[in-house]
């Protein structure tokens, strides 16, 4: 092999990494370092492919473990929601859920909380919920 093959396909994984967004081929391209530093170091072949195995072994174990640790850990927050504050009107109401236009679609509105009975109007975006929108009246 020559002196940067491992390195040549350290970067052909991040830049496919790069193309498709996941992060296990970030360290399988990662892994080929320490292979590379092998064969600097006049380690045989086998020598440089055990190395990459283990280390791209470990570091793809570990990702595995931080991303189902973090899995489900998320709550989203009204900073998150960036159509909260927002205004629509509301102008058809049946059992206590709306139609309205916005964003260039009808979405399905509902009252936060215990609203008082809704009427056509102009409402304040709470939060979005799925496909539909809690307002408050204005």
């Not at 492919?49 to 899995?71: F, G, H, M």
């Not at 509105?109 to 102009?122: H, I, M, Q, W």
């Amino acid at each position: 092999m020559s002196a940067y093959t491992w390195l040549i396909i350290g970067a052909i994984l991040i830049s496919v990494e790069l193309a498709t967004g996941t992060i296990y081929l970030l360290m399988l391209g990662v892994a080929t370092v320490p292979a590379w530093i092998v064969e600097r170091m006049g380690g045989s072949f086998l020598a440089q492919t055990i190395t990459y195995l283990i280390c791209a072994a470990v570091l793809v174990t570990i990702v595995r473990r931080v991303r189902q640790n973090r899995k489900g850990k998320y709550t989203p927050n009204a900073a998150d929601d960036l159509d909260a504050g927002g205004i629509v009107h509301v102008s058809e109401w049946q059992d206590g859920m709306g139609r309205t236009h916005y964003r260039d679609s009808i979405w399905q509105v509902s009252l936060e909380g215990n609203a008082t009975a809704p009427v056509d109007g102009k409402y304040r975006i709470v939060r979005l919920d799925g496909t539909q929108i809690i307002v408050t009246p204005l």
